[in-house]
């Protein structure tokens, strides 16, 4: 293996000089810069990371933990932090934990024996106590959309709480009165958000908010809802059976409280892929969409554009979240946090499944 030191005596300078110009820190005249690179990329010299972090303390890595990589949310948010953290000169390491708080537990293990500089939390599913627990062997650390304490970490998130609001707001302009809500998995908390988020933006606009029109999110499986470690497990991710319960994902809830509730004009879904099983329940049930029920979905993912009626959705910018996130990281490693909380607004994308009332008609509704 090539040493500085052999790179020093090929570019006729000391092996200080080779290090200033391999870690980028110091002036180096830029002639002797190039006697240097062009003996690095003559003798094959490759920097051993073990031993510059036992002098530096830092092994230029970052964790990203991920709940579900399969889910479409998550891949534009880590090609957001791993662009931030190579322009910055770091490396990403990207862990899945399947949903599963052991697979949690571990990873966050795992990272920290890694000696990374610092970890990336998206979505996590820990409860607070045990997550911060699990955290605490790293010194530095910044969460997505799980909000830590600002003396602990750095927090990045988007506002469920406003994103939903907005389409209540729209909905009610729609001159849509009885509006249910399918709800997300319960330990997620963006779910939890946007629950609060609909109770909050229903009240605000005088509409009756009924607990039997809040469908939660375990109604659409006809017995306990299953994890990616669930199905991990069974040896069937990938199956049939894996691909249709994600591509009819709502339409079971849907079903249930249509049927239960025919007045229901107006459906505000967690994410898009529940919007979308509605958009199934409505078709079976012979239910216009959008003239007999307005669907509104989140996330925006790329399916909301390419289904029929195409899918009115809220955008949240993922990848810049991700940007956010490793930047965030970085600032807070190198002792320079400028913000401990960063938080994103979310974007009402009105498309076929519920248009945008005529302008008569909205005059006659406000």
């Known amino acids: 293996m090539v040493t500085i030191k052999e790179v020093a005596q090929g570019a006729g300078v000391s092996p200080q000089t080779v290090s200033r110009v391999i870690s980028g820190k110091g002036y180096v005249a830029p002639a002797t810069r190039l006697r240097v690179t062009e003996a690095v990329r003559r003798l094959g010299y490759t920097p051993n ?64 024996e890694a000696r990374v500089d610092g970890i990336i939390m998206a979505g996590a599913r820990l409860p607070d106590d045990e997550l911060l627990a699990a955290l605490a062997g790293h010194r530095h650390f910044v969460s997505i959309n799980h909000p830590v304490p600002s003396e602990l970490g750095g927090s990045v998130r988007s506002d469920h709480v406003r994103g939903i609001a907005l389409a209540v707001e729209h909905l009610r302009q729609c001159g849509r009165r009885t509006i249910a809500h399918l709800a997300g998995p319960e330990r997620v908390y963006a779910a939890r958000e946007r629950l609060h988020g609909f109770e909050q933006a229903m009240t605000a606009a005088g509409l009756r908010l009924d607990p039997a029109l809040i469908v939660p999110f375990a109604a659409n499986f006809a017995g306990p809802p299953r994890t990616l470690r669930d199905w991990l497990d069974a040896g069937e991710v990938g199956t049939a059976a894996w691909h249709e319960e994600r591509a ?3 339409r079971r809830g849907a079903l249930r409280l249509l049927c239960e509730h025919p007045e229901v004009d107006g459906l505000i879904c967690y994410d898009d892929l529940i919007a979308i099983g509605a958009l199934q329940a409505c078709a079976e049930l012979g239910r216009r969409v959008p003239d007999d029920v307005a669907v509104t979905g989140c996330n925006d993912l790329p399916v909301a554009s390419q289904v029929t009626p195409r899918l009115t959705t809220q955008r949240i910018p993922r990848y ?47």
């Open 49 to 112: 990371r073990v031993a510059s972090s036992m002098v530096t303390g830092r092994t230029m890595s970052l964790g990203m933990v991920v709940p579900d990589i399969s889910y479409s949310f998550f891949p534009e948010m880590v090609l957001g932090a791993e662009t931030a953290a190579r322009q910055a000169g770091y490396n990403l390491i990207l862990c899945n934990t399947a949903e599963d708080d052991d697979q949690e537990r571990q990873v966050i293990a795992f990272l920290r």
């Open 248 to 250: 009819t994902l709502g």
């Open 320 to 366: 810049q979240m991700g940007v956010a996130a490793a930047r965030l990281l970085i600032e807070r490693i190198n002792g320079r946090p400028a913000e401990n909380e960063l938080v994103f607004q979310h974007e009402l994308i009105v498309r076929e499944s519920a248009p945008a009332p005529a302008r008569d008609e909205r005059a006659a509704l406000v």
